[in-house]
């Protein structure tokens, strides 16, 4: 194990000029030209210089919003469990190297994301874990004997993620170099290596592993284990543990429009209550892209029953736990679907998001009822039929080859140990 350390006048020359802040004090689209380049050639220069340096202890994380979450989280967790003596580096923000306690393992050293130390742990790993195109995206070259393993974040996801559906040039040219440089692409169906292989990752040499999703393993948990989370999750709340739980968490739009989440939180509640008994709550949690926007809505905000989920660390505890799953688009409902709970599409702007995002198959061939308005959403609810949801479901999962079963993160651990050896 070897952390980075950056000293001297030169190392300090070497950080400006990877961090792209070397003509600092030039007009700004002068500075940052002159700057994208010089990182450009800077991060050329310490994938070379350390071209006999790579350590086949180490193994660095980063996940595209930079939290302890999603795969990276369950694998390293996964490490950690099995007591593997690796150098476990994971790349994260300023804002959460600040936070104390740290919101990472013991066992994890974390460096901050686009930072002279992230290059340089990067340079020097013997394994990536990525579940974006966080490598790419501000990219240090990748040597031949370092393993690029992609575990993705989405699963049997509905929204298209080809190059003609996104609309961010930088983020298709990061999954362009992600395609030539991947080593193993991790996926939970046949259907999402379908995906793989008919957009960045159609080349032979990049193997796809039907694993399942690490993330997902939790979804699998016998009934202690699940009323374990459960609690954990109602104390975070301060909410009592008799209460049944709603995540409704939408996806973002391309076009940042907001009118999208319109739906009726109270008569989803009192449908809730009508049809399956008990007490509910609902936890709300937006994508991260328009969470802050959405904060402060007062009717969300001041409501005992609606609960802030963006506050919660993992969307998988909370799939884990929940009740009921409602979105609109976004992939985590084809996770959610594997723990045969009612889940439910509500999207006012379906035809609208279609032609702009487009979908791999029509959303009425899934298992969820769907609402393109609050009427709908309701009745979907007071209508629910549980033995044709369960019959869907299965259905479901077989037509897209689904290889989900609670062992993807030991079947990735073990892949990850074929080309790492042990700290002595």
């Given at each position: 194990?070897?952390?980075?350390?950056?000293?001297?006048?030169?190392?300090?020359?070497?950080?400006?000029?990877?961090?792209?802040?070397?003509?600092?004090?030039?007009?700004?689209?002068?500075?940052?030209?002159?700057?994208?380049?010089?990182?450009?050639?800077?991060?050329?220069?310490?994938?070379?210089?350390?071209?006999?340096?790579?350590?086949?202890?180490?193994?660095?994380?980063?996940?595209?919003?930079?939290?302890?979450?999603?795969?990276?989280?369950?694998?390293?967790?996964?490490?950690?469990?099995?007591?593997?003596?690796?150098?476990?580096?994971?790349?994260?923000?300023?804002?959460?190297?600040?936070?104390?306690?740290?919101?990472?393992?013991?066992?994890?050293?974390?460096?901050?994301?686009?930072?002279?130390?992230?290059?340089?742990?990067?340079?020097?790993?013997?394994?990536?874990?990525?579940?974006?195109?966080?490598?790419?995206?501000?990219?240090?070259?990748?040597?031949?004997?370092?393993?690029?393993?992609?575990?993705?974040?989405?699963?049997?996801?509905?929204?298209?993620?080809?190059?003609?559906?996104?609309?961010?040039?930088?983020?298709?040219?990061?999954?362009?170099?992600?395609?030539?440089?991947?080593?193993?692409?991790?996926?939970?169906?046949?259907?999402?290596?379908?995906?793989?292989?008919?957009?960045?990752?159609?080349?032979?040499?990049?193997?796809?592993?039907?694993?399942?999703?690490?993330?997902?393993?939790?979804?699998?948990?016998?009934?202690?284990?699940?009323?374990?989370?459960?609690?954990?999750?109602?104390?975070?709340?301060?909410?009592?543990?008799?209460?049944?739980?709603?995540?409704?968490?939408?996806?973002?739009?391309?076009?940042?429009?907001?009118?999208?989440?319109?739906?009726?939180?109270?008569?989803?509640?009192?449908?809730?209550?009508?049809?399956?008994?008990?007490?509910?709550?609902?936890?709300?949690?937006?994508?991260?892209?328009?969470?802050?926007?959405?904060?402060?809505?007062?009717?969300?905000?001041?409501?005992?029953?609606?609960?802030?989920?963006?506050?919660?660390?993992?969307?998988?505890?909370?799939?884990?736990?929940?009740?009921?799953?409602?979105?609109?688009?976004?992939?985590?409902?084809?996770?959610?679907?594997?723990?045969?709970?009612?889940?439910?599409?509500?999207?006012?702007?379906?035809?609208?998001?279609?032609?702009?995002?487009?979908?791999?198959?029509?959303?009425?061939?899934?298992?969820?009822?769907?609402?393109?308005?609050?009427?709908?959403?309701?009745?979907?609810?007071?209508n629910f039929d549980d033995a044709k949801y369960a019959a869907d479901t299965?259905?479901?999962?077989?037509?897209?080859?689904?290889?989900?079963?609670?062992?993807?993160?030991?079947?990735?651990?073990?892949?990850?140990?074929?080309?790492?050896?042990?700290?002595?």
């Amino acid at each position: 194990m070897s952390k980075v350390v950056v000293s001297g006048k030169l190392g300090q020359i070497e950080r400006r000029a990877a961090e792209k802040s070397f003509f600092k004090f030039l007009f700004m689209r002068a500075r940052q030209k002159t700057d994208l380049l010089i990182s450009y050639l800077t991060k050329k220069y310490i994938s070379y210089s350390t071209r006999d340096k790579v350590e086949d202890d180490k193994i660095i994380f980063m996940h595209y919003n930079n939290v302890y979450q999603c795969n990276p989280k369950y694998i390293c967790d996964e490490i950690i469990k099995q007591g593997l003596k690796y150098d476990i580096v994971f790349v994260t923000s300023k804002k959460l190297m600040n936070e104390f306690p740290l919101p990472f393992p013991p066992q994890v050293r974390v460096v901050q994301r686009n930072s002279l130390e992230h290059f340089l742990e990067a340079a020097t790993a013997k394994v990536w874990v990525d579940n974006a195109v966080c490598f790419p995206w501000n990219y240090v070259p990748k040597k031949k004997n370092q393993i690029y393993i992609n575990t993705w974040h989405g699963s049997m996801g509905l929204k298209k993620i080809d190059p003609s559906a996104i609309t961010d040039k930088h983020w298709r040219n990061s999954a362009v170099i992600a395609g030539d440089i991947t080593n193993f692409m991790i996926s939970n169906s046949s259907f999402e290596t379908m995906v793989y292989r008919t957009t960045y990752w159609p080349d032979k040499k990049v193997k796809v592993m039907e694993y399942g999703h690490p993330r997902n393993d939790i979804l699998f948990c016998d009934d202690e284990k699940r009323a374990e989370i459960k609690r954990k999750v109602c104390e975070f709340f301060d909410i009592e543990e008799d209460c049944h739980l709603i995540l409704y968490a939408p996806t973002f739009r391309d076009a940042k429009n907001l009118d999208c989440y319109d739906i009726d939180y109270n008569r989803v509640l009192d449908a809730a209550r009508k049809r399956f008994g008990g007490k509910w709550k609902i936890i709300n949690r937006y994508h991260f892209k328009v969470a802050n926007k959405l904060a402060g809505v007062k009717a969300i905000r001041d409501n005992p029953d609606i609960l802030a989920g963006n506050t919660y660390s993992d969307i998988q505890e909370l799939m884990a736990v929940c009740d009921m799953g409602i979105t609109d688009y976004s992939s985590w409902i084809c996770d959610f679907v594997l723990t045969g709970r009612p889940g439910f599409i509500y999207a006012n702007d379906l035809k609208e998001y279609g032609d702009e995002r487009g979908f791999y198959y029509p959303l009425d061939s899934t298992p969820f009822a769907i609402a393109e308005n609050n009427d709908e959403m309701e009745a979907n609810i007071l209508n629910f039929d549980d033995a044709k949801y369960a019959a869907d479901t299965k259905d479901f999962l077989e037509a897209r080859g689904s290889k989900e079963d609670g062992k993807a993160a030991e079947r990735v651990v073990a892949l990850i140990k074929k080309y790492m050896k042990e700290s002595k």
